[in-house]
Nanobody
Framework: QVQLVESGGGLVQAGGSLRLSCAYS????????MGWFRQAPGSERDFVAA????????FYVDSVKGRFTISRDNAKRTLYLQLDGLKPEDTAVYYC????????????????????WGQGTQVTVSS
């Protein structure tokens, strides 16, 4: 059984930063590629970033490249998302997710391709 618990969300002004964490429990963490998604009110759940099992490969949606950084600490069984240069349009509930394979394109990072999900953490960016 895989369990994911996000934390670190909050209210921040535009231009500010947050660091999201996702604590993992269950089978060997390093067996799973991980991803971050976000969902704004009235919108679909969108892919944000993915990271491979070892952390050596990462992939980002264009809108967050250069502002967000995905990383993982397999010893601590934790996934991170550093959010810098936040914009009001980044406001959403952020979810971490796990899967057994890594993909480096948006078409293969759809929500239905990730079987395991956390409950989400709210990020609100004020203008």
């Amino acid at each position: 059984q895989v369990q994911l618990v996000e934390s670190g969300g909050g209210l921040v002004q535009a231009g500010g930063s947050l660091r999201l964490s996702c604590a993992y429990s269950g089978r060997t963490f390093s067996n799973y590629a991980m991803g971050w998604f976000r969902q704004a009110p009235g919108s679909e759940r969108d892919f944000v970033a993915a990271i491979s099992w070892s952390g050596s490969m990462t992939f980002y949606v264009d809108s967050v490249k250069g502002r967000f950084t995905i990383s993982r600490d397999n010893a601590k069984r934790t996934l991170y998302l550093q959010l810098d240069g936040l914009k009001p349009e980044d406001t959403a509930v952020y979810y971490c997710a796990a899967r057994t394979s890594y993909a480096s394109d948006t078409a293969n990072n759809r929500p239905h391709q990730y079987p395991y999900w956390g409950q989400g953490t709210q990020v609100t960016v004020s203008s």
